[in-house]
């Protein structure tokens, strides 16, 4: 992800790849050894809160480019095999990870719940305080309500942005093979290795069948 980042920002720059040299590494390890100065992490891609400790700790550095260059190219997203959306039960787990999912956003966007809910969130995953939170919220794209999400994977633009992707990560050797990528539910798309489906999306927006 951080390497696609870094490249497609250099396409859009006008640079070449083949000028750089890119290093796989920790995102936690590559923070610390920028925020020590050390001669050889001369720049790092990184995501928050490293972003955010990295700049704290050195006035000298900047941010060059983000992951807003390049919207809907790099998407966090929950990933469930078709096995297990299979299994007895498979449904209902997708559909109850969603909508916690939504629950929080929706925590989130309430003045009365806003703050707690970001204090319980950096104390769980990273000890981040509730300012630096702010900072995260703010700085992260969040599809935080269904429509927003159903938009997004039956958006006409997703397809060629997956393909983009692919093309990427079979060229840097990161898959062996260009998987097949399908859009829309099961019987929509069957054979596809990597599918995009809001079906699951849609169910949580409808609520539970009456």
């Not at 290093?23 to 928050?48: F, H």
């Not at 400790?53 to 078709?82: M, Q, Y």
């Not at 859009?183 to 489906?197: I, K, W």
Request: glycine share 6%; with cysteine; proline share 5%.
């Amino acid at each position: 992800m951080s390497e696609y980042c870094f490249v497609r920002n250099l396409e859009l720059l006008g640079q070449a790849e083949k000028d750089y040299t890119f290093s796989s590494m920790d995102p936690g390890a590559a923070a610390i050894a920028m925020q020590q100065g050390k001669a050889e992490q001369q720049a790092i891609v990184v995501w928050n809160p490293f972003v955010i400790s990295t700049l704290a700790k050195r006035d000298d550095v900047r941010v060059l480019f983000d992951s807003t260059k390049i919207p809907n190219e790099i998407i966090d997203s929950v990933v469930v095999s078709k096995e297990s959306l299979e299994k007895e039960g498979g449904e209902a787990f997708a559909c109850a990870v969603i909508d916690a999912f939504y629950q929080v956003n929706a925590a989130i966007a309430d003045p009365a719940k806003r703050n707690d809910t970001l204090i319980a969130i950096g104390e769980k995953f990273a000890n981040v305080t509730l300012e630096d939170m702010e900072k995260v919220v703010q700085q992260t794209k969040f599809y935080s309500t269904p429509d927003e999400g159903i938009a997004l994977l039956t958006g006409s633009e997703l397809p060629d942005i997956m393909g983009r992707v692919v093309d990427f990560c079979a060229s840097h050797g990161i898959v062996e093979s260009k998987p097949t990528l399908g859009y829309g539910d099961a019987a929509e798309s069957p054979d596809a290795a990597v599918r995009f489906d809001p079906s699951f999306i849609q169910k949580v927006k409808a609520g539970p069948a009456k």
